[in-house]
Structures are given as structure tokens and as C-alpha cells.
């Protein structure tokens, strides 16, 4: 049963996805605790992408933000208002929070932790190799930062944890007087400012109304819904949208293959199941799949969790491995369309990063099509607009290059892997001439494939009818090249 939250103050609608639980008396004092910590000021420990982010975006809503960052190099560009990641427009809003003083990288945890009323949490939470999420930094981040809690402090979970970790974190501390709730953001790279800035709904999840309802008010003035639960609700929220988000786009990747076996179009296919508002348009582009730093790790990360509770996630599963075969399918369309030898040919791979207007590599899908298309012999050349400095030392075999042209020259096959505007605005009259082969493979269905073949190019593209050549040149899925014909690919 829903219960409210009396005098909470927190603007908009609140939606109660489950009822709060009062901490029992035995452990906490009834009643909203006395605190000495002051909301106004909030302590960010972790100067990575969320924690950079959520920073800059409190700083602008006008609170006082420390940031703790143990790496000595993040934090001198943190105190020149200087972003370390490539994330679109931080960097300004950053010189512009640490500039009116809003802003401050600290080194020491008790500087940063000292009278601040809510201490934000957002370290990694990195795959073991089992699969789960590796907690130490988490564990490292509060035992240090609870020490040096003042009465009343709140922990708010920023990083993503497993269910039950907001609790357990809670029992580990022994600290009656401080809370912990979980504080899931829902930021995506590239367009991260916009989505704290417009967050599609806040979530807080606790134990402890008064706890929940302070951390919910950072986000006074914010027009989104509210979601105020438990903890592990909360958890759950965070793990099961990405979740479902990662699902969905594997659902569409095999609905691509089903369009190649069949002569369909998955464009169309897309456009016309995204219409029902029930299914929606959005995350129904089929390509080279998932990677970064949140899909590949949350998805698995859920359904080991799931394990240890008994349960076995069947459909995480599938979807971990759709993902998985699309790296294989794209790299089977260059091969196939080489003739099926790769070696001694050259590829150029346009685009690194594991989507536009980020600098990250993390699980890019594009690694691993290089490493395998090298595996077997072939010469890549591969260009980024932002991730080549990132992508040195993964790729020690590749010839990187800043320009689009110079990747491409001399090719006997173009992928496009991640869908950068700067490649679909490339003069693809001048691709074809500087290329040895014609053929085009677009990972990511962004290319104009007509406008290719109108050049005199051969079009391949996930889930469409191949353009401009006989199917197997052009790298079609048929019924008889089937991905099990296709080298297996090393993921790593
Ligand atoms: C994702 C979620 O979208 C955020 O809500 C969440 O906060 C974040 O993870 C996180 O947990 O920190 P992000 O990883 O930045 O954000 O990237 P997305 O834009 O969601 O894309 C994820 C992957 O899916 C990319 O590799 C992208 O290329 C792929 N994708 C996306 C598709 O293959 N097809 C689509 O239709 C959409």
C-alpha cells in the first residue's frame, strides 16, 4: 500500500511504486533525524562520467559541490574546470561552477565529506569476470566517507548496485545516525547535461522517509515524475530499465535477421511496430547492437544477480547473446562480401567509439570487429572523431588516422561502426574513388545505401535487402550463409 510522505515538499507528482518502510526504532530514531550536515552542501565522491555530471548539474542548481577524486590527474582538471571525459558541453559548465566557486575538487575524503548534508556515491561498479558488480570501490568510497560523516549525513547510491547493496551498506557502516537510499541516474552519454537537466523521472529509494525525501529535493525545480520507494526497488529500477532497454534492441537485432532470411525490411519493420505507443520507436534501431560502460555490464550483472537468488533470466540471457552474434553478422557481411579471404585485404573501420558524441570505448563494438577481421589476416585502418587517443593502446595492430578520406583510401571494403554525422556527411563520390573494392557495409543502417549504388558502390546493411551487387557480394545474410558459417568472433 502506498504511504505518503507527510510534509515532504517535494514538488510535482509523487508516485509511490511502493510503500516506504520506517527504519524499526530499535536501530533508528523515530522521526526525522537531527542533523548538523547541511543540504546546501554535497559531497560527490568520484570525478568519473556520473559523478562529473551529477556534479556539474547540482553546482548549476546552485548547491555547494565537493568532488573527491583520488586520481591526481582528474582532479587538477576538475579544479581548472576542465572535464576529463568527452561529454558535450560539460566542460563550460564546469569552468563556469568552478569559476563562481560552486564547484571544488577536493583530494581528502573528511574536506569533502565534512558538514556536507547528502554525499553522493558515484565510483565503479565494474564486471568481475563472473559477471557481478565489483563492489570494492563502493566499499572503499563509504567505509571512508562514513567515517567522517557528521550526524544526520545521508549516503546517496549514485553508482549502480546489485538489490540489497543500499541495505547492506546501511548495516556495514554502524552508523544509526547516518541514512543510505539509493539515488539511480538515468544519464546517457553524449546528451548527459540534457538528461539531468531534463531527467525523464527522479528516483529515490530508502528506508528512511525523511532521508528519501531530502535527497529527492535536490531535484526541487525539476519538472519530471517522482519515484519514491525502497531501496532495493529502487536498485531494481536502475538494473531492469537498462535491462529492458538492452532486450529491446536485441529483440529488434533478431527481427533484422529474420528480415534478411525473408526478403523483409527492418526499417520499415521498426517504423511500423514503434507507431503502437505501447512498443515506441525509440531503441528499435537495429545494428551492431549494445556496448559502453552500462549495458554489457548492468545486463549481466542483473541476471547473475537473478542466479543467486535461483533464478535463472532466460531472456537476459538471449539477449547477452544477440548481442553478441551481431559483432559476428556484421563481420560476416565484410567477409562474405570479400569473397569470404580477408587476408591481406584492408578494411577501413569508420568509427570507434561505442556510439556518436562520446570518447568511449568501452565494450565498442568496434574492437572487437577489428581484432577478429585482424585475427584473419587483414590490414585495418580505422578512424574516430574523439576516440583515437582511447583506442591506441587497444589497438596496437590498427593504423588509426584522424581523416575519414585517408581511412578509406586504398580500402577494399568500408564498415561503418559507429554512426557519427561526420560519416554520413562524408563525399561519398570521393569514398568510392579513393577506395581499391566497392563495398560498402553499414553497421549501424545510417548510410544513404541508394545514393552509394547510384556512386557505383555495393551496399550492405543490418536487417535490409543488400544494394548494387549480386547478394553474396554485397555480404546478405542468405539461408545458406548462415552465422554459423562465419569464423567465431573473440569477445572480449
Ligand atoms: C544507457 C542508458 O540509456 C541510460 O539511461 C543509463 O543511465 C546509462 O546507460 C547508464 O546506465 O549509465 P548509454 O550507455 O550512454 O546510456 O547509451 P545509450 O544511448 O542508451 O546506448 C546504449 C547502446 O545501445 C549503444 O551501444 C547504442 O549504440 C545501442 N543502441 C541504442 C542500439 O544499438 N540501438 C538503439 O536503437 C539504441
Not at 124 to 141: I, K, M
Not at 159 to 177: I, K, M
Request: proline residues 5%.
Amino acid at each position: 500500500m502506498a504511504t505518503d510522505l507527510r510534509g515532504s515538499g517535494v514538488a510535482g507528482c509523487v508516485r509511490m511504486a511502493t510503500g516506504l518502510r520506517v527504519r524499526s526504532a530499535s536501530r533508528y530514531s523515530a522521526g526525522p533525524v537531527a542533523h548538523s550536515a547541511d543540504d546546501r552542501v554535497i559531497c560527490v565522491i568520484g570525478a568519473g562520467y556520473v559523478g562529473l555530471v551529477t556534479a556539474a548539474g547540482l553546482a548549476e542548481a546552485g548547491r555547494e559541490v565537493r568532488v573527491v577524486e583520488i586520481d591526481p590527474g582528474r582532479r587538477a582538471a576538475v579544479a581548472a574546470g576542465r572535464s576529463p571525459i568527452h561529454e558535450p558541453g560539460l566542460d563550460g559548465l564546469l569552468a563556469e561552477s568552478v569559476g563562481a566557486g560552486r564547484l571544488r575538487a577536493v583530494a581528502g575524503m573528511e574536506a569533502g565529506v565534512e558538514g556536507a548534508g547528502i554525499v553522493v556515491i558515484a565510483v565503479g561498479t565494474p564486471p568481475t569476470p563472473e559477471g557481478e558488480a565489483d563492489l570494492s570501490q563502493v566499499h572503499a568510497a563509504v567505509d571512508e566517507a562514513v567515517r567522517h560523516a557528521a550526524p544526520g549525513t545521508v549516503v546517496a547510491m549514485k553508482s549502480t548496485v546489485p538489490p540489497g547493496t543500499t541495505r547492506s551498506l546501511a548495516r556495514r557502516s554502524r552508523r544509526e545516525d547516518v541514512a543510505f537510499v539509493m539515488f539511480p541516474e538515468f544519464l546517457r552519454e553524449g546528451s548527459a547535461l540534457e538528461d539531468v537537466r531534463h531527467p525523464s523521472r527522479v528516483v529515490v529509494g530508502g528506508e528512511d522517509p525523511e532521508a528519501v525525501r531530502r535527497v529527492a529535493a535536490l531535484a526541487d525545480g525539476v519538472d519530471a515524475e517522482r519515484v519514491l520507494c525502497d531501496s532495493v526497488s529502487a536498485e531494481l529500477i536502475k538494473y531492469g530499465s537498462n535491462a529492458f532497454l538492452a532486450t529491446k534492441i536485441s529483440f529488434i537485432n533478431e527481427m533484422a535477421q529474420l528480415c534478411e532470411l525473408t526478403g523483409g525490411d527492418i526499417g520499415s519493420v521498426a517504423t511500423g511496430m514503434g507507431l503502437d505507443p505501447r512498443i515506441g520507436r525509440s531503441f528499435l534501431n537495429a545494428g551492431l547492437g549494445w556496448g559502453g560502460s552500462c549495458f554489457p555490464k548492468d545486463v549481466r550483472a542483473l541476471e547473475t544477480s537473478a542466479g543467486y537468488h535461483g533464478q535463472s533470466f532466460w531472456l537476459l540471457k538471449a539477449a547477452i547473446e544477440v548481442n553478441s552474434q551481431q559483432r559476428r553478422r556484421f563481420t560476416g557481411k565484410l567477409i562474405r562480401g570479400l569473397g569470404g579471404v580477408v587476408e591481406g585485404r584492408r578494411i577501413a573501420i569508420l568509427g570507434l567509439a561505442f556510439k556518436p558524441f562520446t570518447d568511449d570505448l568501452r565494450q565498442a563494438p568496434a574492437i572487437d570487429v577489428i581484432r577478429h577481421l585482424e585475427d584473419l589476416g587483414a590490414e585495418v585502418v580505422a578512424t574516430d572523431p574523439v576516440a583515437l587517443d582511447g583506442a591506441r593502446p587497444l589497438l596496437q595492430r590498427t593504423r588509426l588516422v584522424v581523416d575519414g578520406y585517408e581511412a578509406v583510401a586504398g580500402a577494399d571494403a568500408v564498415g561503418l561502426v559507429t554512426e557519427w554525422p561526420e560519416y554520413r556527411g562524408l563525399d561519398w563520390a570521393r569514398v568510392l574513388e579513393l577506395m581499391r573494392g566497392r563495398l560498402v557495409v553499414d553497421g549501424r543502417n545510417c548510410l544513404d545505401g541508394e545514393a552509394i549504388v547510384r556512386l557505383g558502390g555495393i551496399y550492405a546493411s543490418m536487417g535490409r535487402r543488400p544494394l548494387g551487387g549480386p547478394a553474396s557480394a554485397a555480404g546478405a545474410a542468405e539461408p545458406s550463409l548462415s552465422a554459423e558459417g562465419i569464423p567465431s568472433l573473440p569477445l572480449g
